[in-house]
């Protein structure tokens, strides 16, 4: 491994818990390491260390441009996903504690994001020879909300419990020192006390969180027991307590299996072994070329354009034989689409290097500027036609669109997914005064176009389409923020307040990206709408309500303007307009 000095960059005074202080401890042993308090980033040497990594410690700070390579192991996106999406492309290789957290940012164009679980220090987080007096333990802080609501329960339930907070040494005696360690994640969250628990040896008895990667670590019923309500945690307590040897059974291999695949160093050996392979590619090796509509000579790292897109894959048919993806990149999507069903796959992408590597998938890659090329499809040829974040490239995506439709069977589908302009995180920082392009993601400084959901639908309907099914992949911080089901409380968002906002807007704020599926419409049945403009010497007023016709009117329209003896110009401008 060529990595043999790092920088380690958290602070340890505000918190002195926080996970870099395990994660400099197992680096040690694996490298030299000198720890960089953010507040003196700015003086770190250059060009002595192989890596910089920054361990997220909660707090918000500004580190210089140039510290590089530099990675990044951000621990908490189930609390504040915004954050960490606008921090994130500052950085050469992005880890996350929460598989979800990788998902969402891998969405928003961060390629390097990869899943990187919390784990635990067996220096610290061990089993201690002591004996078992109390029933359960929680150590931690006690949010409102579902954990208060349970802990309050289980201590009605079972007296001989511990709630409190202790840190390092005096944490694992308790742990040691409990039957049982309960759980309960604050979002969706695998925390840390997973792993300190089980790295203490008691039966943990945590809150299911399969849908984020939890099966993927520890088994139920092998390594550690789930619950889903109240009544059920309150059970499972119950019974285990009374069954020792099978407790303690479970106990023993969730902590042998912490200690055999879980721990800081297993971690610091996975950030090193992906840093060592960044920086043994060369920088020559990035793309050719620039994606669409993009005017910046800057190319993009082969990771933009290397994404499976199952959001889009799950809304083609699987019916369709005939498949066009437009700015297919590398050709992940295409090759799902080949696996999954009995399919021809054509593919345009701009970017050479990305459809060199499309042409090993699809059956056909044409390379180019899509609003510039002269294409060898005929009416008719297509049963479902992909624009994967491409519209928003664009400087006329209407004019796209109706080309595809031209390209579409009758029954054919087209598949669109856009990001909205909308979303919480532009209108906050619009609110501060910034509009800051980004390499990639809701701001990507290639892109000509932005859309919120009605500027979505208006442009579909000019382009000739009906937009069957409008979907969005939302923010993590989504369902914590607007109820389901209910009356709607005064939406918050930071320091905005947008009053009791219907649910279906208040989605709109926390709507990542859309995803469109959308079919021909059929010639409009009814006429013309015949709009009339009475004037008489307001050749400004004239201008703008023609202007806002042009702008806001989609239904077929003819103008007729009465102009009664104008002397200021008006006949002149309006024989001046083309027919």
């Known amino acids: 491994m060529s990595i043999s000095r790092v920088a380690i960059i958290f602070d340890d005074q ?45 707090l918000e700070y500004q580190l210089p441009a140039d510290l590089h390579p530099i990675a990044w192991w951000a621990i908490d996106t189930h609390l504040n996903f915004d954050r960490y999406a606008a921090q994130a492309p500052a950085f050469d290789l992005v880890f ?34 002591v004996e078992k007096t109390l029933d359960v333990a929680f150590v931690g802080h006690v949010f409102p909300g579902p954990r208060a609501d349970l802990l309050k329960r289980m201590q009605e339930r079972f007296p001989n419990s511990f709630v409190g907070e202790r840190y390092f040494d005096e944490m694992a005696r308790t742990y040691s020192a409990s039957r049982i360690v309960f759980n309960r994640s604050i979002r969706n969250d695998v925390n840390m006390r997973v792993f300190e628990a089980v790295g203490c040896g008691s039966l943990l008895l945590t809150n299911g969180l399969k849908d984020n990667g939890q099966e993927e670590l520890f088994r139920e019923g092998v390594h550690l027991v789930t619950y889903g309500d109240a009544e059920e945690l309150l059970d499972k307590i119950a019974f285990y307590l009374k069954d020792e040897e099978l407790r303690e059974r479970i106990a023993l291999a969730g902590h042998r299996e912490a200690l ?78 080949k696996r999954r069903q009995s399919a021809e796959v054509t593919g345009i992408e701009q970017d050479k ?25 005929n009416a008719r040829s297509f049963d479902a ?41 532009v209108v906050l920082a619009l609110l501060e005064g910034n509009w800051t392009y980004q390499s990639a993601g809701l701001l990507d400084r290639t892109h000509r176009v932005f859309f919120t959901r009605r ?57 990542y990206q859309y995803l469109v599926s959308a079919v021909r419409s059929p010639v409009p049945a009814y006429g013309l709408t015949s709009i009339v403009i009475v004037t008489c010497n307001q050749l400004s007023y004239t201008r703008q309500c023609l202007q806002s016709i042009w702008d806001l009117t989609d239904e077929p329209y003819e103008v007729i303007i009465v102009d009664n003896a104008s002397t200021d110009g008006t006949v002149e401008y309006v024989r001046s307009l083309p027919e």
């Open 455 to 511: 500027e979505i639908e208006k442009l579909f309907y000019r382009a000739g389409f009906v937009i069957e099914q409008l979907s969005f992949v939302p923010s993590p911080d989504f369902k914590a923020a607007v109820q389901q089901g209910g009356e709607l409380k005064d939406l918050y968002i930071d320091r905005l307040c947008l009053g009791k906002v219907p649910p279906k807007e208040a989605e709109e704020f926390f709507a």
């Open 14 to 58: 505000v918190r002195p818990d926080t996970t870099g202080v395990y994660c400099r401890r197992a680096l040690e042993s694996l490298a030299t390491v000198d720890h960089v308090s953010p507040a003196t980033a700015s003086a770190v040497s250059r060009g002595v260390y192989d890596l910089y990594l920054v361990i997220d410690d909660g």
């Open 96 to 129: 996350t504690a929460q598989r979800d957290g990788a998902e969402q940012l891998r969405r928003a164009g961060i390629g390097t994001a990869t899943w990187l679980p919390l784990a635990c220090d067996p220096t610290i987080h061990r089993k201690h020879s």
């Open 353 to 377: 290097s990305a459809s060199s590597l499309a042409a090993k998938s699809l059956d056909q890659v044409l390379v180019g500027d899509i609003e510039k090329m002269e294409l060898p499809f």
């Open 260 to 337: 055999a695949r879980h721990t800081y160093r297993h971690r610091m050996e996975a950030i090193l072994r992906q840093a060592d392979a960044m920086l043994s590619r060369t920088t020559a090796q990035v793309p050719e070329g620039v994606p669409f509509g993009s005017t910046d000579s800057a190319p993009r790292d082969r990771s933009y354009f290397e994404f499976d897109r199952p959001e889009l894959l799950g809304l083609v048919p699987k019916t369709a034989s005939k498949i066009l993806d437009i700015g297919c990149g590398a050709g992940r999507l295409g090759a799902s689409l």
């Open 385 to 425: 036609i992909i624009c994967g974040d491409v519209l928003e490239h664009l400087l006329d995506p209407a004019r796209l669109l109706r080309r595809a439709r031209e390209w579409l069977k009758p029954d054919g589908r087209l598949i669109a997914s856009i990001p909205n302009v909308r979303h919480h995180s």
